[in-house]
């Protein structure tokens, strides 16, 4: 007998966040590392693809940590390990194919959100045309709205964020290469991802929430729900991603190729 995902949902609702922050941590680390061992560089490229559209609806969902008196944008865990990846694709495959890979990723992004508006402009059913075997689909068009509609409007904020910060993170990453002697690997994925994200924190935060909004954040809301609070979790997850890239080194079983 299958769980409908329903039952699935609401048994997860019933979890502490903390419990299902971590689970994701450890689901998106490990598909990483899977994708790497598996895949290679193409298996990580499509890693980043589907972690940075996913991470762009996650984004519109703030959840309610114990640790936090503000509640928290969802998104961290899964676009910081869109960093573990291109990290891994610098170290595995040198750094033109962490730059391809974001790249792709910024494609990815204005393609989906093209076929989200045309795919929204299909009119929708009418209760005559849905009849009785189609009713399910009369709220489909409100919902996708509720979820997609914002999409477009954060679409410059995102995309702003995303290249401005990942560009960064190759670039430092090869910065503290080169400074250290190819030593110290746990020290070019921590610090390239800390800084990177705190970049693309406050630069989406600022024009998604402020500059592009119709209805401008508060300076609270914005400095601890979605600058601070998703940043301090970054930083959280930058610390915790460390042993992943190491896996993932040694999954491939191949010595890192120097920073190109």
């Not at 609401?10 to 598909?31: D, K, V």
């Amino acid at each position: 007998m299958s769980l409908p995902i329903s039952d699935i949902v609401a048994a997860l609702n019933g979890l502490p966040p903390e419990a299902l922050w971590l689970a994701m941590l450890l689901l998106c680390f490990g598909a990483t590392v899977a994708a790497a061992r598996w895949f290679g560089e193409a298996g990580l490229t499509a890693y980043v693809v589907v972690a940075v559209l996913g991470a762009n609806l996650q984004v519109l969902k703030p959840v309610q940590f114990s640790v936090f008196a503000d509640p928290v944008a969802l998104g961290t865990v899964l676009f910081a390990s869109t960093y573990l990846a291109t990290d891994m694709l610098a170290e595995l495959y040198g750094r033109a194919a962490a730059r391809r890979a974001v790249a792709i990723g910024f494609a990815a992004m204005v393609l989906w959100t093209l076929i989200l508006i045309v795919t929204l402009g299909f009119a929708p059913l009418t209760p005559d045309q849905a009849g009785e075997g189609l009713a399910w689909a009369l709220p489909v068009q409100g919902a996708m709205e509720t979820l997609f509609t914002p999409v477009p409007a954060l679409l410059v904020a995102g995309l702003s964020g995303y290249l401005l910060s990942q560009y960064h993170d190759v670039w430092l990453y090869g910065l503290i290469h080169r400074a250290t002697g190819g030593r110290h690997l746990w020290l070019r994925n921590t610090g390239s991802t800390a800084v990177s994200a705190l970049i693309d924190t406050v630069v989406f935060s600022v024009l998604a929430w402020v500059v592009l909004a119709p209805e401008p954040l508060g300076w609270r809301p914005l400095l601890f729900t979605y600058i601070l609070g998703t940043w301090v979790l970054r930083l959280v997850v930058a610390a915790l991603d460390t042993p992943f890239i190491y896996l993932a080194r040694w999954a491939l079983a191949r010595r890192a190729p120097a920073y190109a």
